[in-house]
T-cell receptor, first 115, second 114 residues
Framework: NAGVMQNPRHLVRRRGQEARLRCSPMKGHSHVYWYRQLPEEGLKFMVY????????ESGMPKERFSAEFPKEGPSILRIQQVVRGDSAAYFCASSPNTGGDQPQHFGDGTRLSIL | GESVGLHLPTLSVQEGDNSIINCAYS??????FIWYKQESGKGPQFIID?????DKRQGQRVTVLLNKTVKHLSLQIAATQPGDSAVYFCAENGDGGSQGNLIFGKGTKLSVKP
């Protein structure tokens, strides 16, 4: 049973470029969550998606950030015109269904570095 | 080992001792809580969870205690091993889980001395 798969594991971008982070949830999971983690800090919620729908994007900056979870394929977190402050680890989690009373299972993250 | 709160982010224990990691959660509406373990370079790994209708839950070598009166959560690890060295995060569902996202604490780094 494959867990949550994220790629790339490491991504380096120059300021102004675009970053695309991919997440394939666990088999049978239709709910995906993206979190961001700065060094020595906890994870901060960004966005919650189901297939083809954004359920909650309250933690995602309004500008430059977008997320999707298409009917086919992985969930994508896109950051346009990256800035140094976007450097962080981005984690994806998945769960089988909705409801805030079940564990979310995490991938090993994408570490984004902005030069 | 002595208990620590979020203001003391590092806990050092001797191998074989018991560890207690504490967490003060923020939202009185939270009714579901999880402990995660995060090793360097990896994602959070689920350890144990507890719902608000319980005050104690046991797993293999781990026990979670919930005190809703003071909004306090603790993780007890019995016979701590070097492989337990990691950062431990508590998480709550906030607002009764209506949004689906988890709210994470800042974490406690557990260091196990052989």
């Amino acid at each position: 049973n494959a867990g949550v798969m994220q790629n790339p594991r490491h991504l380096v971008r120059r300021r102004g470029q675009e970053a695309r982070l991919r997440c394939s949830p666990m088999k049978g999971h239709s709910h995906v969550y993206w979190y961001r983690q700065l060094p020595e800090e906890g994870l901060k919620f960004m966005v919650y998606l189901q297939k083809e729908n954004i359920i909650d994007e309250s933690g995602m900056p309004k500008e430059r950030f977008s997320a999707e979870f298409p009917k086919e394929g992985p969930s994508i977190l896109r950051i346009q015109q990256v800035v140094r402050g976007d450097s962080a680890a981005y984690f994806c989690a998945s769960s089988p269904n909705t409801g805030g009373d079940q564990p979310q299972h995490f991938g090993d993250g994408t570490r984004l570095s902005i030069l | 080992g002595e208990s620590v709160g979020l203001h003391l982010p590092t806990l050092s224990v001797q191998e074989g001792d018991n560890s207690i990691i504490n967490c003060a959660y923020s939202n009185s509406a939270s009714d579901y809580f999880i402990w995660y373990k995060q090793e360097s370079g990896k994602g959070p790994q689920f350890i144990i969870d507890i719902r608000s209708n319980m005050d104690k839950r046991q797993g293999q070598r781990v026990t979670v205690l919930l005190n809703k009166t003071v909004k306090h959560l603790s993780l007890q690890i019995a016979a701590t091993q070097p492989g337990d060295s990691a950062v431990y995060f508590c998480a709550e569902n906030g607002d009764g889980g209506s949004q689906g996202n988890l709210i994470f604490g800042k974490g406690t780094k557990l260091s196990v001395k052989p």
